[in-house]
């Protein structure tokens, strides 16, 4: 399985895993996490990981953002990558979530001018400035997710790597974060998304290619209409499911 390979949108891709494997100690042994996964992806494209806690989705995302080595294999893909983490511990608690953001923004080498335009740019979709005065500590958990999603668009990176960016939200404020992806990023000219999510129905609206992993290997690959048509189902889970090579589908796919 970790051998499937899916096509990019030109001759040259954008990104490109060839047979990268990794696996991690536990108990005395080894434990693949990813295993002799091949992917390559063209501009413009939005893939979406999907598959069980375990499967190999952050360990995928943090190869990508060069915080993680595989044992194996190699990774070509952009520069600098912007990544919101799935469990955030970089921000800063006592601090405002303006003064946080304004932090990184000097981070990512962007003068208040640029700040403040960038900002004015994201805000329509992720809503942050009713909470630039409040602390980060006391923020509730979808406002914690919306500003990891700024802090990793504020340079407008070419490669956005994004874990679970909607899990701690609402349907509304998913949909905003959604359409900012596609917004920003498809059919964009060297740049492309790599997001990891357990809802399969927010994946098969907005991505471009959907990557179904199993135990560090892929099952499958393709756009939505190609993995419903390979697995005969009328649905995103029994697609998933059929792919999966069992009855159980991730937390939060089913309605």
Known sequence: MGLLTGPSDGPSPLLTLTLVSKSYPCAGLRVPALDRVNLSLGS??????????????????????????????????????????????????????????RFFGRLAGLGEADLKRRLLELEPDLELSAFWSLPYQQAASGVKARLSVARALLRRPDLLLLDEPTRSLDLESSARVRGLLKKEYLGADGRLVVWSTHRLEEAWETATSIAVLDRGSLAGLGSPAELQERTGAATPAQAYAGLHGSKAVPREAAP
């Open 44 to 101: 413009g494209e939005i893939l979406a990981l999907v598959g069980p806690n375990g499967s190999g989705k952050t360990t995928l995302l943090k190869v990508l953002a060069g915080l993680v080595l595989p044992d194996s294999g190699s990774v070509r893909c952009p520069d600098e990558p912007g990544f919101s983490p799935g469990e955030e511990r970089s921000f800063y608690g006592p601090l405002s979530i303006i003064e946080n953001l």
